[in-house]
């Protein structure tokens, strides 16, 4: 409940953030502070300091441009739901509840890579690029090699991710798919489907998975097994089993591995009819 | 003026909805440190703690004994095993890590059927870990047994549970050289005040039990912490608040249920139980002797109340509460029938099922018959009155329509019935007293703590003297202002309460009339005392209520009136709960769609407040069926987070309706009966119900997971 004690640094640019991290390698960024402050409350993590972003305008932004998205990492879950994001603002209303949704960032929760958030199967499936800023420059990464392992992003001491650029996927239908035991919880299983559809045949589909992995995965075969199809049910049942390939779930207080792989069936199927529907 | 039977709305709310209320964390006194206490990772070992200047150990609270706190031999963990004292709360954690404790771990026990054979004990003090075994035991159930056309057995989990209620525990205690002054979250003061007597041998006690945010039982008994925030306040002098976090609460207090029945039921091939033979094993965790004596009770009514509703009269349960290494449970809202109710409403659909008869005609076959009543069950329990087929046949138009609702929508419905044990005694007390300016001042002995008893009591009390609500204002939770209380649990607040309440307000009513009469200079006889007035019933010249208060002051005759009500036996609600439930068939995801609950609880004083108890218990046993559990690893709770601890939301509680019918009143004055546990009761069994008619599947132990419906 109570935090152990810290520093608190309240920087007037990007750049003084981004000195003041690289110089003090315990700091921790602090966003939107839903995962960050519950860790402290637990004295999970004892940094030295904490280095306030919200007052950074410039991570704050949400525009569209040449086919692009580009959303500023201090986004919130609330905003992003509002922006009508093909998938994403889908998957952003499914993130925990009401109260989070207003202060969550998507820059947090991907620099925090909880292996069961909900962004993750869509930005793997969006192809999603963050863009960082250090001391040196700025670098842009997919999301894919971004993401390294469970809590582990690729992120050095001084480094800020300051956006993430999707597709617009302009003609995509989409859907995400979250089982949750109670409203509010991390995902037991979570699927993201964006396709495309030109007379009844599939030109483009992606399926990202969420909380079956260490971190999300593309079900690379799946998808490959719908391209250039005319899905009926039959198609779609073999794709959802294909889906499980992927999923490599652990076992814990949300269910067993084997329910949660077959859950991934059940939610590949579910994403992909209800996108088709779209 | 008729209040008795009306929905009116709480006299407790302005206060709630405008942040206005003091519960303890609230309380500030000047000067007031803040304690905490560090914990047990162990759940049974030998311990040396260091103590130090802001550092309290067992051996400053209870020397060479081990409880309340620890001084050599920890039992459980998120046992409390030493207070710090540190200027915030921030400050006593920080202080909290730097405490040294040399754990010497020794071996534990966490299965009670284990802890039965004695072989570890849980404690080194203790001479078996068995802490009670009652045999109750009516006719001849094995030789019926062995006779009966069909027989059916198996063993029954009702698992351990947390009452989480939103409001933690916690005391504010203050010493001020002569008199000990405590603030808790308790569910009764004077229970409280009578218990530190005990504990700390000192008898100028007050305590208040402020504004309390909830209890479910888990509120009653001496906490090990109560009792040494209080010790520390004497000992040092100062004003100091202790409040625990979530996760130490959800370690170390509220733990309910955990009990098990292997049983071998009797049954005709129409359905009608012959016998009926178990064994209730009670898990009551460590041997701390408040929540023993708690739960060991709870034990006893769990295997006396097994019988439902239903007419066995060869039966036999044998009933234990052993002793482990894991959290001393206690009472949670039902604090034994509902696991009474879930093992005999289980038995009743497995018999339904292996029979191959309607699940409700099943239990029609078995009820008590009205002729019966008073009843008097196989474990010597009595039903006072009631109608349990009238009931049923009251019931039958809604079951129809929820039936017909189900199978269109292809859903499941499930039934239960409950007969329940409400209203304990020993007695209750109430005080009624008028200002000289006509303020009605009520002081209740019971501590509500949400059940918005006040407002029932205003009811009551506005009735007998015929004076409009307004005038009315009710207190409790203070030793100083009333002589003495028992509590609120058991269901008995409004009912026994309330009675003392009537008591006192009818003897009220005697002297406003003396009063009145002499003030008119007419004898008793020839006035009455009418719509808050007392009129001359032949001049007709009649004094208001304010006018008649000012004159028993004159008079010198005293308004101040305190009752105590005896209670000789408990009153028995019962009723028919059903719920709609829907089972995705692929996830195994369920969702209580509908509920209903049909309840017989002699006369309701509050309709609007009795359905608001039944929501609440309601919630709380979907909860109990379909979500909650205490997970353990090694003796560790696992889920100590409401991340990971999953009471429900407003997204999981179903659409939730009422009916009650009053065909049984209770001997009390009022005619009332307890309804604040009923919910909790038959709530679970009535979810599993549901689940049994959809799957086919019996099941036995609880919460069902969605994969277990897929597996």
Redesign the interface.
């Known amino acids: 409940m109570y935090p152990p004690k810290f520093g608190y640094v309240i920087p007037d640019s990007l750049g003084e953030a981004t000195e003041f991290l690289e110089q003090h390698e315990d700091a921790k960024a602090l966003a939107g502070g839903h995962s960050l402050i519950p860790m402290l409350k637990l004295r999970i993590i004892r940094p030295s300091y904490l280095v306030e972003l919200k007052g950074l305008k410039e991570l704050h932004f949400l525009s569209r441009e040449g086919g692009k998205i580009r959303i500023g990492a201090l986004t919130t879950h609330y905003e992003i739901l509002k922006s009508g994001i093909p998938l994403l603002s889908e998957a952003a209303s499914t993130v925990a509840d009401p109260q989070v949704r207003n202060m969550g960032t998507i820059g947090g929760v991907i620099s925090h890579l909880d292996p069961a958030a909900d962004y993750p199967a869509s930005l793997i499936a969006m192809d999603a690029v963050v863009r960082i800023k250090g001391r040196k420059g700025v670098r842009e990464e997919s999301f894919k090699d971004f993401a390294k392992d469970m809590f582990t992003p690729d992120l050095s001491p001084g480094e800020l991710v300051t956006e993430v650029v999707v597709p617009d996927f302009n003609g995509y239908s989409f859907s995400y798919k979250k089982l949750e035991r109670r409203a509010g919880d991390f995902a037991i299983v979570g699927v993201a489907v964006l396709l495309k559809k030109e007379g009844g045949v599939v030109k483009d589909v992606r399926i990202g998975l969420t909380a079956v992995n260490n971190k999300a995965v593309r079900a690379d075969e799946a998808e490959k097994m719908l391209l250039d199809a005319s899905p009926d049910e039959k198609l779609i049942e073999k794709v959802s089993e294909k889906a499980m390939e992927y999923a490599n779930p652990t076992s814990d207080i949300r269910g067993t591995a084997e329910y949660k792989k077959k859950m991934v069936k059940v939610m590949t199927k579910r994403a992909l009819l209800d996108a088709l529907k779209r | 003026m008729k209040y008795i039977g009306q929905p009116v709305r709480r006299i407790e709310d302005p206060r709630l909805i405008t942040g206005r209320g003091t519960y303890v964390d609230d309380v500030q006194l000047p000067g007031m440190l803040f304690v905490a206490f560090l914990r047990s990772k162990y759940p049974h070992a030998r311990i040396k703690v260091k103590g130090g200047p802001q550092v309290y150990t067992g051996k400053d609270f209870n020397p060479g004994k081990d409880f309340p706190i620890p001084s050599t031999e920890v039992t459980y963990a998120g046992q409390p095993i030493a207070a710090v004292v540190a200027k915030d709360?921030?400050e006593a954690?920080?202080l909290l890590e730097s405490v040294e404790v040399e754990y010497e771990p020794l071996s534990p026990v966490f299965d009670p059927e284990e802890a039965l054979k004695d072989e570890v004990k849980v404690y080194s003090g203790l001479q078996s870990n068995v802490y009670s075994k009652k045999e109750f035991l009516s006719g001849e159930p094995h030789k019926v047994l062995e006779e009966s056309q069909v027989q059916l057995e198996g063993t029954l989990y009702n698992q351990r549970v947390v009452a989480v209620p939103m409001e933690t525990r916690g005391v504010v205690s203050f010493f001020d050289g002569q008199k000990l002054t405590v603030w808790s979250s308790t569910q009764s003061a004077h229970y409280l005040r009578r218990n530190l007597v005990k504990y700390l041998g000192l008898t100028n006690i007050r305590v208040i039990q402020p504004d309390v945010g909830g209890a479910f039982g888990s509120k009653i008994i001496l906490q090990p912490e109560e009792y040494a925030v209080s010790f520390l306040s004497v000992k040092l002098g100062v004003p100091l608040k202790w409040i625990p976090?979530?996760?130490e609460e959800m370690m170390s207090a509220g733990h309910g249920r955990d009990k098990a029945l292997r049983y071998k039921v009797g049954v005709k091939r129409d359905g009608t139980i012959m016998s009926l033979v178990g064994t209730i094993v009670g898990n009551i965790g460590a041997p701390y002797s408040e929540a023993n004596e708690d739960d060991g009770g709870n034990v006893i009514s769990a295997a006396r109340m097994l019988p439902g509703p239903y007419r066995i009269k060869h039966a036999q349960v044998v009933a234990y509460a052993v002793n482990t290494n894991l959290t001393p449970t206690t009472s949670y809202r039902g604090a034994g029938r509902p696991e009474a109710t879930f093992f005999i409403e289980r038995i009743m659909d497995q018999i339904s099922q292996e029979l191959g008869i309607d699940p409700l005609e099943v239990r029609s076959r078995n009820l008590i018959r009205p002729e019966e009543m008073p009843y008097q069950n196989a474990f010597g329990i009595t039903y006072d009155s009631g109608n349990y087929i009238g009931l049923i046949k009251s019931a039958e138009p809604y079951y129809q329509q929820l039936k017909a609702e189900a199978q269109k929508e292809n859903l499941c419905l499930g039934l239960s019935m409950y007969v329940e044990i409400t209203g304990f005694g020993p007695w209750e007390t109430a005080r009624v007293y008028v200002k000289y300016d006509g303020r009605v001042v009520i002081v209740t002995g019971t501590g509500p703590h949400g059940q918005g008893d006040a407002t029932a009591f205003a009811q009551i009390a506005s009735e007998a003297l015929e004076v409009p609500m307004e005038k009315v204002e009710v207190k409790w939770g203070d030793t100083d202002v009333i002589e003495d209380g028992i509590g609120t649990w058991g269901s008995r607040t409004l009912t026994v309460g309330g009675s003392a309440v009537l008591l006192a307000s009818q003897e009220l009513r005697k002297r406003l009339t003396e009063a009145g009469a002499k003030a008119l200079e007419a004898d008793v006889e020839e006035v009455e005392y009418l719509e808050g007035k007392v009129v001359h019933k032949k001049t007709g010249k009649s004094l208001s209520f304010d006018e008649v208060v000012k004159n028993a002051y004159k008079f010198g005759i005293s308004l101040d009136v305190t009752s105590v009500y005896p209670v000789r036996k408990p009153t028995t609600p019962y009723g028919i709960h059903f719920a709609v439930v829907e089972i995705d068939r692929?996830?195994?995801?369920i969702k209580v769609r509908k509920y209903l609950a049909v309840d017989d609880v002699g006369k309701v004083i509050n309709p609007l407040l009795a359905e608001g108890q039944i929501h609440g218990g309601v919630v709380q046993a979907l909860g109990q069926a379909l979500?909650e559990q205490v997970?353990i690893a090694d003796g560790i709770m696992?889920?100590s987070s409401l991340g990971?601890y999953?009471v429900?939301?407003?997204?999981?509680s179903p659409k939730m309706e009422w009916k009650n019918f009053q065909l049984g009143l209770s001997p009390h004055p009022l005619g009332s009966k307890g309804i604040g546990e009923a919910g909790a009761v038959v709530g679970s069994p009535t979810i599993l119900s549901a689940l049994q008619q959809c799957t086919k599947k019996f099941i036995n132990r609880m919460p069902v997971?969605?994969?277990d419906l897929?597996k």
């Open positions: 709360r921030y954690y920080d976090t979530r996760s692929e996830t195994g995801m979500y997970v696992q889920n990971d999953v429900p939301t407003a997204v999981e997971s969605p994969e897929v």
